[in-house]
C-alpha cells in the first residue's frame, strides 16, 4: 500500500482560525436559522439558562469557541417582528458582537432581575425554555435553576 501524502490529508486549521470559522457559521446560524425556528415551534421567547459547571448542549452551539463561562449563563432570544430576531447575553460571558449585552457582571442577584424586565418590556405571548430529558440533546436545564427562574425576584 502506497503512503499517503500530506495533500491527501484535510488541512487542519489552526485554534485561532477555527475559532474566526465558528464565529462566522454562528453568525449566520443566528442570521438564517433561529428565527424560523422559533416560529416553526410557535415561541417568541426563548431562554437557554445553564451554570458554569454544567452547560446545557445547545448553549454550547450558540456561543464562540473560545469563550470563557462563568457562573450563571442566560441568553434570550426574542422575535421581534419585522425588527427579526433580538439576541440577548445577560451574563459575564464575552460573546463578541453575536448578542446584546445589558450586563457584563456576574451576580446571579442582578441577573434574575434584569432577565424579569427584559420579559416585561417584551411582553412575549410564548416563552421556550430548553428542556429535555437527553442530556446531549437539550438537557441542560436543571431543577434548581429552573426553581430560581420562577422564583426570580423582581
Avoid at 422575535?79 to 450586563?103: H, K, M, Q
Avoid at 411582553?123 to 430529558?133: A, D, K, T, W
Wanted: with cysteine; hydrophobic share 45%.
Amino acid at each position: 500500500m502506497p503512503t499517503p501524502t500530506a495533500s491527501a490529508f484535510p488541512h487542519v486549521l489552526p485554534m485561532r482560525q477555527r475559532a474566526e470559522v465558528i464565529v462566522q457559521l454562528l453568525r449566520q446560524r443566528l442570521d438564517q436559522i433561529m428565527l424560523p425556528a422559533m416560529r416553526a415551534s410557535g415561541i417568541d421567547c426563548w431562554l437557554i439558562l445553564c451554570q458554569e459547571d454544567n452547560l446545557d448542549p445547545v448553549f454550547n452551539t450558540l456561543i464562540p469557541m473560545d469563550t470563557w463561562c462563568p457562573i450563571l449563563q442566560i441568553l434570550v432570544f426574542f422575535d421581534r417582528g419585522e425588527a427579526g430576531l433580538e439576541a440577548v447575553n445577560i451574563s459575564g460571558t464575552g460573546t463578541r458582537d453575536l448578542y446584546a449585552r445589558p450586563y457584563s457582571g456576574q451576580l446571579e442577584k442582578e441577573q434574575w432581575p434584569l432577565l424579569l424586565q427584559l420579559i416585561e418590556a417584551r411582553n412575549p405571548r410564548q416563552i421556550g425554555l430548553n428542556i429535555g430529558s437527553i442530556q446531549w440533546a437539550a438537557g441542560g436545564l436543571t431543577h434548581n435553576l429552573y426553581q430560581q427562574l420562577i422564583t426570580a425576584p423582581t
